[in-house]
Nanobody, 124 residues
């Protein structure tokens, strides 16, 4: 079994920064890419950012582009999400996910493993 454990969430004020971390552990699997998604109350889970381990390609949602940055350390099987200039609309539970196959990185259904989520709350 593969476990993904997120950390780094919490309370912030608009304009602040937070850094999320996600560490993968457990059985060996073909880790093609990892990503971050978020889900606000009453809304569907949405894509935030992803990174492809092979060549370091990253993808960010338009809503966070220029403010959030995904990075990672494949040797440590750890992915990070640096969140700057936070806005109240960034409030959500943030989930880390991992996938073993190619495909559209922004699709929820393409990921094989998910973390439990970490709450990020941004006040105005």
């Amino acid at each position: 079994q593969v476990q993904l454990v997120e950390s780094g969430g919490g309370l912030a004020q608009a304009g602040d920064s937070l850094r999320l971390s996600c560490a993968a552990s457990g059985r060996t699997f073909s880790n093609y890419a990892m990503g971050w998604f978020r889900q606000a109350p009453g809304k569907e889970r949405e894509f935030v950012a992803a990174i492809i381990w092979g060549d370091g390609t990253t993808l960010h949602a338009n809503s966070v582009k220029g403010r959030f940055t995904i990075s990672g350390d494949n040797a440590k099987k750890t992915v990070y999400l640096q969140m700057n200039s936070l806005k109240p609309e960034d409030t959500a539970v943030y989930y880390c996910a991992a996938r073993s196959s190619r495909g559209l990185l922004f699709l929820v259904g393409g990921y094989d493993y998910w973390g439990q989520g970490t709450q990020v709350t941004v006040s105005s």
